[in-house]
């Protein structure tokens, strides 16, 4: 039952990756932009490799992005990718208050402590992090889920393996309230 259920969002992943507001296909994509991405199906369980193996098959149609350099903490975001399916900035526009993605962070990195308005969701698809939320410290692998409330200050560090997940925001989504 359980694989049925990932079978079902990798085909949910799929429409979302292939299909704007109006039908057209996504043309602004470009390559994963890290130059040792690891194999991620291998990172993955039995509950997440179909997701994880979809996502990897339809990662050249991805538009992943780099967080600027100018907003988020120093040492980390070149070592990251993101994406946005649903939300102002994604392939389907949504209402606003709700943002919906993949992060991926590379092995041995550390996020720094940053907040924002939105609360935060990350559902692990692959290897593993550590988050750190208002000082408890909790390790996260695939399946895992993890809530950030609105301004609570956060952070999220990955030791031997990179880690990819779905991340969400909701409420006050603008990147305006954002620091570190
Ligand atoms: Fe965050």
Redesign the pocket.
């Known amino acids: 039952m359980l694989a049925g259920v990932d079978e079902a969002m990798a085909q949910a992943f799929v429409t979302l990756i292939d299909t704007t507001m109006n039908g057209d296909i996504i043309t602004s994509s470009q390559p994963f932009p890290l130059d040792d991405k690891p194999d991620l199906v291998a990172l993955a369980n039995d509950h997440t490799r179909s997701i994880v193996q979809t996502i990897e098959d339809t990662s050249p149609e991805i538009n992943w992005w780099q967080s600027s350099a100018e907003r988020v903490p120093p040492g980390w975001q070149h070592r990251s990718a993101a994406t946005e399916l649903i939300g102002p900035e994604g392939s389907i526009v949504g209402s606003g208050t709700e943002r919906f993605g993949l992060f991926y962070l590379s092995a041995n990195i550390d996020y720094p402590n940053?907040?924002?308005n939105?609360e935060?969701f990350y559902l692990i698809l692959a290897g593993s992090g550590e988050w750190t939320i208002d000082g408890v410290t909790k390790r996260n692998g695939p399946g895992d889920y993890s809530r950030?409330p609105s301004l609570a200050h956060?952070r999220i560090v990955t030791g031997d393996t990179p880690m990819l997940a779905m991340w969400g925001?909701s409420g006050d989504t603008s990147f305006d309230s954002?620091a570190y």
């Open positions: 940053h907040w924002h939105a935060e950030t956060h925001w954002y």
